[in-house]
């Protein structure tokens, strides 16, 4: 848990860096610790709600790797109907700008 300790002495220090939340989330996910990578990436949100966009996408992509392992239920189960909707739009906004 090397790349995790990092991350932690980075949010130690600052506790609402983002992109350090992000990449302990992703390091977690690949690791296997899906509950400490979805604590991680719903916190995300909670601090930068600019974050949303990718915070979601990360979520729907662990929901999708804990499905194939038993771990977690359907994507999308921590979000409620107003935030899937939401996160639906933003993620199709980001998506027709990456297009353009």
Known sequence: MLFTECFQKV???SPGHVKALYRRGMTHMSAGYFEEARSDFK???T???SSEPEATSALKNL???GQ???VIADAGA???KDEKDEND???ERGNNAAQD
């Open 78 to 80: 921590d979000l409620g």
């Open 11 to 13: 949010l130690e220090a």
């Open 43 to 45: 916190k995300m949100i």
């Open 89 to 91: 739009e933003n993620l």
């Open 68 to 70: 194939k392992h038993g």
């Open 47 to 49: 601090i930068d709600k």
């Open 63 to 65: 929901n999708q790797k």
